[in-house]
């Protein structure tokens, strides 16, 4: 029945409460959610509105600017003349701020400007490879070099593989051949460990082949430099290794265009490597200028590696018309990507033949990205005349950043795409503070937030009230039954007793028993001692009800008198004897005769030890023994009371102050029965004699109930 109650409240709770608030707060979400997306969907309208007009400002400037190198291109370039000016084209390029590098390819794969540039690798090989003498050498020396590398790499057995690396030079007379073998046997020797012939391998490969590629048309060289700095190393001759490095680098640079891009990243990046390591050493001499020359080195690589790179791409565009048979336009077209983690852009005029039909070469321009944003920008400010939070910035197709105000963090508000021939580019809006998309909540919608949440937190505190409520006068409702039914059970067994025990003795007096007169007054002696012990408990329960009554009403009053406490808690235990006799119990009392006198009203601290007494008969069970104890504790007169019975668990200890409140009655019902009114006046009568009762227990070993008394009051202290 109880859990069906239970049941019935979280239904009304949850039909009647929680649901209803929980559409109330989502539709009043939804409400605040579609005025903010409104509102954010106005202030992306207005920054696209921005980005618009920043874009034709953009568009006018940029076609401004572009005349100045488009005049140059112009000039270079004359109509129906395929020469340049190689001469005059240096020269006006240094004295354009916006142009940063200047490119002429007279044909497809022929470099006019820069000088020493190139985009076609050229194979000293190439035309003896296919003879066929050079096959048959090539199937010895493929036979050969997989016997060493099986045994080198799968048996370990690098004796035997430099064996079979030597025999190539017997039995081949190609000198590529005879390089490539060296650079074979130098790797098994540095396998061994045996640096100082390996180092001199690799020195001679060095010194005799200095030209040869391998198979692969990388330089052999570049190869033998960064082992014999490998060498170096492991023989701890730092300064020399650093100095073969710094050699191969300058090497790798000055050869750079006559390698592929990837054999020139792979030595760059195992330059960087070693040299860190050599470079971190701590008796290295002279390691700043050591990292001086590095730094040099790698910031020269760069621009080298830039200028290759746009003719490779200026040759591929030129490549392409020369094949699809692209008639001469006099027009500029441009290219935008990256490189080196810079974006760039290119801008190139093709050059026509003699009769001006079809392209064969083209002049081009790399335009300098940092002047033209210093150049561009500045204008553009002035007009649009924006606030200091916004940021202006070009992006490519992939949305990279090519130049701008600033470099710009996050995403952009708002884009737009530029007009032709600028249509590669895209001017982005962004802000410096936050963004307003990232901004969750305005003033308004944190106000209406707040007035949802305080609203649904009125009503679930409220509900949560009055169910807390309801549950407890629910259950007072029932404690009071319970103590209704409990008075009445314990008030009938003492007077069921006085009854029938007075209905013998009116039998008795009335001659109707035929015991002899001894006997007759021995029975009536023991009746009437139960007589009054029973009217003693009755007296006890009621007072015990009156008492109650009186502390749920505020109305307990005490007398507070100095008093002798060993009278007092002689006088209880003394009058709970007989009960305790009774019941088989053994009652010892441990009186202090040296405790001083204390304010106290003597009949309520009498009435707190009968009650603990009247417990510890109650929830004992086998072992039947009372112990009280009273005694002086520091500057409190403590009153103890002791059982060997069933004990309380730690769990309940908290609870069982508390009205109409019983322990457990699962031993004997009978003995156990009560009101729960005990335990709670025994608290407030010492509560209101200002100390406290403290509790030791363990089940099946017994209880201690101790209360602690002041020696004097100073304030009546009546809780409920």
Not at 104 to 116: D, I, S
Not at 280 to 306: C, T, V
Not at 636 to 665: C, H, M, N, W
Request: net charge neutral; with cysteine.
């Amino acid at each position: 029945m109880k859990y069906h109650k239970e049941i019935r409240m979280a239904a009304i709770f949850l039909g009647l409460i929680m649901i209803p608030s929980g559409v109330l707060g989502y539709l009043s979400w939804r409400a605040l959610e579609t005025e903010r997306k409104l509102a954010h969907e106005r202030l992306r309208e207005s920054y696209h509105q921005f980005a618009g007009l920043a874009s034709r400002e953009i568009d006018e400037g940029l076609e401004e600017i572009e005349e100045n190198w488009l005049s140059f291109i112009n000039e270079i370039v004359q109509e129906r003349s395929p020469q340049v000016n190689l001469e005059n084209l240096e020269k006006l390029c240094s004295r354009s701020p916006l142009i940063a590098a200047c490119f002429f390819m007279a044909a497809p794969g022929k470099v006019g400007y820069p000088p020493n540039l190139t985009v076609r690798e050229q194979d000293e090989y190439s035309e003896r490879s296919g003879s066929e003498n050079y096959v048959r050498e090539y199937e010895i020396f493929n036979e050969l070099a997989n016997q060493g590398e099986e045994l080198e790499y799968r048996a370990y057995a690098l004796d035997g593989a430099i064996a079979a690396y030597r025999q190539i030079f017997a039995q081949v007379e190609r000198t590529q051949f005879h390089a490539i073998a060296e650079s074979y046997i130098g790797r098994a020797l540095m396998k061994k460990g045996d640096w100082e012939q390996a180092l001199s391998t690799f020195q001679n490969l060095l010194a005799t082949y200095p030209e040869v590629r391998d198979l692969n048309k990388m330089y052999l060289r570049f190869l033998a430099q960064y082992q014999i700095a490998v060498c170096l190393d492991n023989l701890d001759r730092d300064s020399e290794a650093i100095a073969v490095l710094l050699r191969l680098n300058k090497d790798l640079l000055e050869r750079s265009d006559t390698i592929n891009s990837l054999q020139y990243s792979f030595f760059f990046d195992q330059i960087q490597i070693l040299a860190e390591r050599l470079l971190s050493a701590p008796n290295l001499p002279d390691s700043d200028s050591y990292n001086k020359q590095f730094r040099a080195l790698a910031d020269q690589n760069k621009k080298r590696l830039s200028q290759k790179y746009f003719l490779e791409l200026l040759d591929r565009q030129l490549n392409k018309m020369v094949i699809n048979r692209k008639r001469y336009r006099p027009k500029v077209y441009y290219v935008s990507d990256e490189a080196d983690e810079k974006p760039f852009l290119l801008g190139f005029r093709p050059i026509p033949d003699p009769q001006g039909a079809y392209t064969v070469g083209l002049l081009g321009v790399q335009i300098d990205l940092e002047q033209l944003s210093q150049q561009l920008f500045p204008k553009i400010l002035r007009n649009l005349k924006f606030s200091d939070q916004v940021l202006l910035a070009i992006l490519n197709q992939r949305n990279d950043f090519v130049f701008g105000t600033a470099a710009p963090a996050g995403a952009p508000i708002a884009k737009q795409t530029l007009s032709e021939p600028f249509n590669f580019w895209q001017v982005a809006v962004y802000l410096t503070g936050p963004s307003p998309f990232s901004r969750r909540w305005d003033f308004q919608t944190m106000l209406g937030a707040w007035f949802i949440a305080l609203l649904l937190l009125s009503i679930l505190v409220g509900a949560l009230l009055f169910i807390r409520r309801a549950r407890r006068e629910a259950y007072l409702s029932q404690l009071k039954s319970s103590f209704v039914s409990n008075v009445s059970h314990e008030l009938r067994t003492p007077l069921a007793s006085i009854n029938m025990l007075a209905e013998l003795l009116e039998m008795q007096l009335a001659g109707e028993s035929k015991a002899p007169k001894k006997e007759f007054t021995a029975h009536a002696r023991e009746y009437l001692q139960v007589i009054r012990r029973e009217g003693e408990r009755l007296t006890r329960l009621i007072e015990n009800v009156l008492d109650f009554s009186k502390v749920e009403r505020g109305i307990k009053h005490y007398n507070f008198e100095y008093e002798d406490p060993a009278a007092v808690v002689h006088r209880a235990v003394e009058s709970f004897r007989p009960h305790a006799k009774a019941q088989g119990f053994s009652l010892t009392v441990d009186i202090n005769g040296s405790l001083p006198e204390v304010q106290m009203d003597g009949d309520a601290i009498s009435q707190a030890v009968l009650n603990l007494l009247n417990n510890a008969v109650k929830y004992s069970d086998r072992v039947k023994e009372i112990r009280v104890r009273t005694y002086q504790q520091n500057a409190s007169l403590a009153i103890e009371v002791s059982d060997r019975g069933i004990g309380i668990a730690e769990t309940e200890i908290p609870k069982i102050f508390g009205e109409f409140y019983r322990v457990d009655q699962r031993l004997n019902s009978q003995k156990q029965g009560g009101m729960g009114l005990g335990l709670t006046l025994v608290r407030h009568i010492v509560s209101a004699h200002g100390g406290e009762i403290k509790v030791r227990s363990q089940v099946g070993q017994g209880s201690t109930f101790t209360i602690l008394l002041p020696r004097t009051v100073e304030s009546t202290i009546v809780e409920k």
